[in-house]
């Protein structure tokens, strides 16, 4: 199928009321940073958080007002660290042993972005940001991999990020697995993406790459040549020990290390998991500060050992593309790690709301002027909230469960269970028949 064809137009609900102009009326209100409200109205009007006012103040009539009735909102959530693709993947069987990291790669993953192909990129994505939408993410960074539809892959991505109304960076994941010329035409597409994105509002590019381990000599050589200096890479980083024994057999003290050797790394770039380190990358991260995420679940998941907290206090949660929900994970980063964990709210408000600040300066905060992205929980705290307790009502209060309302850019794009701007069950029949097609040609 072209990707022209590739819409979810005869999906939008005619007649959707999505209003402009409306007020938030008797919220508890927190930016998970600096403050809590007790008993406010949320103003927002053309896309911006217009005002925050006391619940108590009389309000306009004529403006639209949803009563939340004591429920807590927070900002939209930020996934840092996702992966659209695997969108449609629940239920496939692996088409061999998984007993390493490499044969679970190789025996399910790869075999399943080798299948993909244009409408399955597009309805794995729409899937996979539907999740997200569900659970309050209203900014989502995809790290993606299609590997017999590489070029144009990040534009069927897009479609969807537009037609849903939310923000992200999107880029290709490189690696050597289908020999250089492939590599070349991976890096076009993140290049690409990246130029033609520069100054886009709501969707930007990184330098995506798979792993070290699935990059040579030659290719981080040839990366290296292609990077723009203002283009960050996003990277798995000492996911297994596989990819810090692969770094250390070629001469490097790690995968950190062998990174910074290329000249990769600086303080924007992106390393995904960071388990697998010797001291020399510890200290290079001290140095250079890049930014890391870790995905307890998926670690969980792989058998792959856990981050070193004490290394690496200061990092963000991603999902991995285990699930779109940001506030689960941290419910069982929380529960994995026996209650021991001493940054959370950084880790789910202030980092996030500083990266998303650095990519879309108006948004990323909760505050007057800002753009208006929150996620309205379905929650409403009994006993007393502070910014000393919040932590506790987010993991044991919501427990990882769907949100009242999700706001993006002004917008109600969820509200009470829907997505308010598609026909779910038409969307979910499209991606059911998509998902079909894409498991019959994975056994193939
Ligand atoms: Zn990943």
Redesign the pocket.
Known sequence: MHPSLLTINYLIKKGAFLPQHFILCNAVVSDGQNFILENVNIEIENGLIRKITNHNKPINGAIPSYNLRGRLVLPGLLNP?H?LYSALATGLAPIGPTDTFQKILENLWWHLDQTLDEESIYYSALNGLMQSIKYGVTTVFD?HASMKSVSGSLSIIEKVYRELGLKGLLCYEISDRMGMDSVQEQIDENLNFFQSHQTDASLKGLLGMHANFTLSKDSLEKIAQAKPSNLPIHI?CG?AYSDFEYCVENGFAGPVHRLNEFGLLDAQSLL??CIHLSETDYQILEKVQPIVVS?PE?NANNNVGMMNLEKIPNYLL?T??MTGNILGSMRSHFLLRNGNLQSGLDSLFAKPSRLIQRYFPNAGRLAEGFRADLAVTDYVPVTHVSLENLFYHLVFGIQGKPMFMTIADGKILYENGKITQIDEAAANDAIRNAAHTLHRRYYE
Do not use: K
Request: hydrophobic share 10%.
């Open positions: 660290h992966h790290h798995h996911e995904i998991h995905n998926s991603g991995d593309g």
